[in-house]
Antibody, heavy 116, light 107 residues
Framework: QVQLVESGGNLVEPGGSLRLSCAASGFTFSDYYMTWIRQAPGEGLEWVSYISSSGSTTYYADSVKGRFTISRDNTKSSLYLQMNSLRAEDTAVYFC?????????WGQGTLVTVSS | AIRMTQSPSSFSASTGDRVTITCRASQGISTYLAWYQQKPGKAPKLLIYAASALQSGVPSRFSGSGSGTDFTLTISCLQSEDFATYYCQQYYSYPRTFGQGTKVEIK
């Protein structure tokens, strides 16, 4: 069965960096676009970034452009989100999801807290 | 960015009720629309894609309709497990955007 497992969330100070990972299993990872979505505490869903199946194409929300970098390693069936220059407003649960249009499978999420 | 507006933001309903949630896009998105259900502390679950296509494994009491700018999600006979927050999402253009959510609570 399809599984997506995020990791790497933590408490980090403003201006700091963090790298999130998403380990995929149960499907041919290299065939699928992948997406990161986040949800601030008590708030709605915010689309963050996507990456094409080969990794050659990426897109970012304006709120993270220039600070976050999405990448993937198809040999390891893994998706990544490198987050730099973190701000308090980046505090959220970060989900990885399969797809780029409708998102048919989601991980359980990993919590990123940006605070001093 | 395309703005997605859901209504209502929350409401109370009883088991067995027929409920409808509306999602409006700030510009036409054809049928590039998905609906998700989220329960507290859980990841969202895909219910509907392409505005009206039922995702595999989702009960048939869920249905979606609409095209262009106006869309609806209908639950024909509300069950106890349906009390949750529902989100629409457009995938017509980048950045993808979600509605603010509609919370369905027990009356």
């Amino acid at each position: 069965q399809v599984q997506l497992v995020e990791s790497g969330g933590n408490l980090v100070e403003p201006g700091g960096s963090l790298r999130l990972s998403c380990a995929a299993s149960g499907f041919t990872f290299s065939d699928y676009y992948m997406t990161w979505i986040r949800q601030a505490p008590g708030e709605g869903l915010e689309w963050v970034s996507y990456i094409s199946s080969s990794g050659s194409t990426t897109y970012y929300a304006d709120s993270v452009k220039g600070r976050f970098t999405i990448s993937r390693d198809n040999t390891k069936s893994s998706l990544y989100l490198q987050m730099n220059s973190l701000r308090a407003e980046d505090t959220a649960v970060y989900f990885c999801a399969r797809g780029n249009s409708q998102l048919d499978y989601w991980g359980q999420g990993t919590l990123v807290t940006v605070s001093s | 960015a395309i703005r997605m507006t859901q209504s209502p933001s929350s409401f109370s309903a009883s088991t067995g009720d027929r409920v409808t949630i509306t999602c409006r896009a700030s510009q036409g998105i054809s049928t590039y629309l998905a609906w998700y259900q989220q329960k507290p502390g859980k990841a969202p679950k895909l219910l509907i894609y392409a505005a009206s296509a039922l995702q595999s494994g989702v009960p048939s009491r869920f249905s979606g309709s609409g095209s262009g700018t106006d869309f609806t999600l209908t639950i024909s006979c509300l069950q106890s497990e349906d009390f949750a927050t529902y989100y629409c999402q457009q995938y017509y253009s980048y950045p993808r955007t979600f509605g603010q959510g509609t919370k369905v609570e027990i009356k």
